[in-house]
């Protein structure tokens, strides 16, 4: 059974930081991109950030270019999230996937977390 395991979100003051990691178990991905995406209240599940296998390949959304940051370990089976300059839009539910199909807006993922709830305050 594929788990994806989220933590690190909270309550953050505009302009600070988080940092979200996400653990996976039961597969290890391999080959496969991973990701972020996140959901606001009355919005739809958007991509935030995407990782290819390697670690080379990155994409964001444009609202978030220059402040947030992902990264992989692959020997761990993790996905991290750096997050910062943060501001009150930023405010979701984020989401780690994997085994991610495509790129960027187009990108289809078979394996979610949970969630874990990011607010930033103003």
């Known amino acids: 059974q594929v788990q994806l395991v989220e933590s690190g979100g909270g309550l953050v003051q505009a302009g600070g930081s988080l940092r979200l990691s996400c653990a996976a178990s039961?597969?290890?991905?391999?080959?496969?991109?991973m990701g972020w995406f996140r959901q606001a209240p009355g919005k739809e599940r958007e991509i935030v950030a995407q990782?290819?296998?390697?670690?080379?390949?990155?994409y964001y959304a444009d609202s978030v270019k220059g402040r947030f940051a992902i990264s992989r370990d692959n020997a761990k089976n993790t996905v991290h999230l750096q997050m910062n300059s943060l501001k009150p839009e930023d405010t979701a539910v984020y989401y780690c996937?994997?085994?991610?199909?495509?790129w960027g807006k187009g990108v289809r993922s078979d394996y979610w977390g949970q969630g874990t709830q990011v607010t930033v305050s103003s």
């Open positions: 996937a994997g085994g991610l199909t495509g």
């Open positions: 990782i290819s296998w390697s670690g080379i390949s990155t």
């Open positions: 039961g597969r290890t991905f391999s080959g496969y991109a």
